[in-house]
């Protein structure tokens, strides 16, 4: 007997898993030394005073205190000048 297979069964509609990154601490919350406060792809935010970036550019808070965002006039190698924002821990 010739058999049909089932239907439903399709190689499309898979999607990727999503990495939940973005900002986990925000401006004015406290923070402990080793805490997550960034999580990006690339340098969206930079490193303040007692922040440490990991490999994978994610923003660690390097002493315990206060979260503050703020931004800052950069000039980058061609020489423009571009705002960048910067988190610190205060």
């Known amino acids: 007997m010739a058999h049909t297979k089932a239907t439903g069964s399709t190689t499309l509609g898979r999607d990727s898993i999503s990495k939940r990154l973005g900002i986990k601490l925000h401006d004015g919350q406290i923070a402990k030394a080793g805490n997550l406060i960034v999580k990006q792809r690339g340098s969206k935010v930079w490193a303040g005073k007692n922040v440490k ?11 315990d205190g206060i979260i503050k965002f703020s931004t800052k006039l950069k000039i980058d190698f061609t020489g423009h000048k571009k705002l960048v924002k910067v988190v610190s821990v205060i």
Request: proline content about 0%; hydrophobic content about 20%.
């Open 53 to 63: 970036k990991g490999g994978d550019d994610t923003l660690y808070a390097g002493k």
